[in-house]
Structures are given as C-alpha cells and as structure tokens.
C-alpha cells in the first residue's frame, strides 16, 4: 500500500487526474477499475474519480509496486547548465531571459539542457523544488517562445500560481511586446494588420493568407516602426493573436520578413551578416489584470523587459 497527503500543488484537482500524475504507470482502465474495487481511496473511504482534493486528504493505493517504480528521470535536471538570467523572482514565480537558441522544453531529440530544466536545477539548488517531495505537481512555464527567438519567459513556481498566470493568458491579461529587425521599412510606419494562418505540422511551418482558406485562422498583428537605416527597421509588435510563428511568419507574408530568419525569409538577404538566429526577441512583459488575480493582485500594472536586446540596427550594414 502506498499513500500521498495532499498539499497545496495538489489540492483543487480532481482525484483521476492527480493520479495520472503522480502514478503515470498506472494506466487509465485500471485506474477506474480500482476506484470501483475500492483498490484507491481518500480518507479511507470509497471515492469517484471526479472528487476534488482537498489539502490534507489521504489518498491510498492498495495495488501493485510495479506502478510505482521509478523511471531514474527524475533528477535529469541536475545535467541542465547553470546560465540563467533572472529578471525578476519572488514566491510564486520567476521571469528570465532565454538566449536565443535555447529549446524550452525537452524535444524531440531529447535535448536535457532546456530552459525548464536549467529553472528547476536552480530551485532545487536554492531548496525551492525537490521532485521526491512533489506528487503531482513540478514548476512549469506559463508560455513559450521558439528556440530561436530570445526574451521573457515565465515560470509558475506552484500549483495555484500556475492555473491563475494560464488563465490570465488565456484572457489576454498580460500583454507581451516584441521587438525585432526587418528588411526594408513597413508602410504605415504603425497599423494592425489582420491576414489568416494555417499550420502544417508537419513541415512545422505555417502559411499566411489575405484572405480566409480551409484550416486558416484569423491573425491580427499591430507593429510600430521605431527605426530605420540601411534598408533595416526595428520594430515593436503586440500580438493580438497568439499563433505559431505569427510574427516571424505575418511580417514575412507583408513583404518584410525577419533580419535571420531562413524559414520564411530568403538566404540571398541573410548572407554575410552576424545573426545566427532570427533577430526576434520578448522584450517587454506587463500584468495588465483588469480582473481580480487572486493571490498574485500584487504584481498588478508591474512591467518588466529585458535588460539589453540582443540585436540592433548597427549590427546590419547592406
């Protein structure tokens, strides 16, 4: 028999998907046919998969110890590398500078140095995350940027920071802003544009439509020029969207595609200059929050960005 205390990155949750989580060898239709066997229960009673955990409850599980052998990841972190530009951190949440070329999270080809693991590496470092301590819950980024684009990304250090920063993403409540270099210099020098994005998968890379096509949706990308010289803008975006690769993507479908970027730009245009990555960085982040943000109220109206970009225009000469 093995029992979990819940705590607060438990509690809220429904009782099977705290289980998925927290036993992950257990497979679904054995996890509901041990609820109905009274094989699992909470506070020694019988229990249906859609109860809510509660803090302090006692989830016990009379079933096999192969469902709780370790998988000897658990502490893969601890590989990641140290470098990690913090750019503001208190209890609930950090924020940091991710360099561009650096995946996020682990991919495909099983990279360990992401930036979540170097995050987790330095919480458990400092003593704010021990993974043998956790049952269902690890630090998690609150959003993602390509591996090539630099800038701001956040990470929710708890359960209850998590759902509450996903939520306020998902309402549009903290506004992003990105800046960027570009061939040539848009006309208006400020305007929302509105095209449509379909994503192909497979190829990981997305097309963009004036008008509306089978699959497409509705993009709107407002930039503003703040510079020019030598047939190279810097512009500030705001995406009222939030599609992949939109910006990279809708710029380039406006005849002005990313200084760096080879997938939606052309090589002839990138040759001979000094950027390896597309020259796109996250460079501005603010809790707007004209809703109430529960614990978090205190990072109301507070705005960050980052320290120094990471390209400039006197870095193009064409």
């Not at 609820?35 to 109860?51: D, P, T």
């Not at 609930?92 to 990279?111: C, M, T």
């Not at 043998?132 to 209850?160: M, Q």
Request: charged share 25%.
């Amino acid at each position: 028999m093995r029992s979990f205390i819940i705590g607060e990155n438990d509690c809220g949750q429904r009782l099977d998907r705290f289980l998925s989580k927290a036993v992950p060898l257990l497979p679904p239709n054995l996890l509901q046919k041990y609820l109905r066997l009274k094989r699992i229960k909470v506070n020694r009673k019988r229990c249906e998969g859609s109860y809510r955990l509660a803090e302090g409850d006692q989830v016990e599980l009379y079933i096999n110890d192969e469902f709780f052998a370790r998988d000897g990841q658990e502490d893969a972190f601890l590989s990641a590398r140290d470098d990690l530009s913090i750019l503001y951190e208190d209890d609930n949440l950090l924020l940091v500078d991710k360099p561009a070329g650096l995946v996020v999270h682990v991919d495909n080809e099983g990279q360990v140095d992401t930036l979540i693991n170097r995050i987790l590496k330095y919480l458990a470092k400092t003593g704010q995350f021990d993974p043998r301590l956790e049952n269902s819950f690890t630090p998690a980024l609150c959003n993602r940027i390509d591996r090539n684009t630099s800038g701001i990304v956040l990470c929710a250090k708890n359960a209850p920071t998590l759902r509450v920063l996903n939520q306020k993403i998902k309402d549009r409540e903290i506004t992003k802003v990105y800046r960027c270099l570009v061939f040539g210099v848009p006309s208006p020098s400020h305007a929302t544009r509105r095209a449509f994005l379909r994503k192909d998968a497979a190829k990981n890379q997305v097309e963009v439509r004036d008008k509306p096509m089978a699959g497409g949706r509705t993009i709107l990308t407002e930039y503003r020029v703040l510079d020019s010289r030598g047939g190279v803008s810097l512009l500030e975006v705001v995406l009222h969207t939030g599609r992949t690769h939109q910006i990279r993507a809708h710029l380039a479908h406006l005849g002005h595609p990313l200084v760096g970027d080879t997938k939606y730009g052309q090589n002839r245009q990138n040759q001979g200059l000094p950027f390896h990555y597309q020259a796109l960085c996250s460079w501005q982040l603010t809790f707007d929050f004209p809703t109430p943000a529960e614990h978090l109220e205190y990072l109301r109206g507070k705005r960050f960005q980052v320290r120094e970009l990471p390209f400039s225009l006197e870095e193009v000469s064409l």
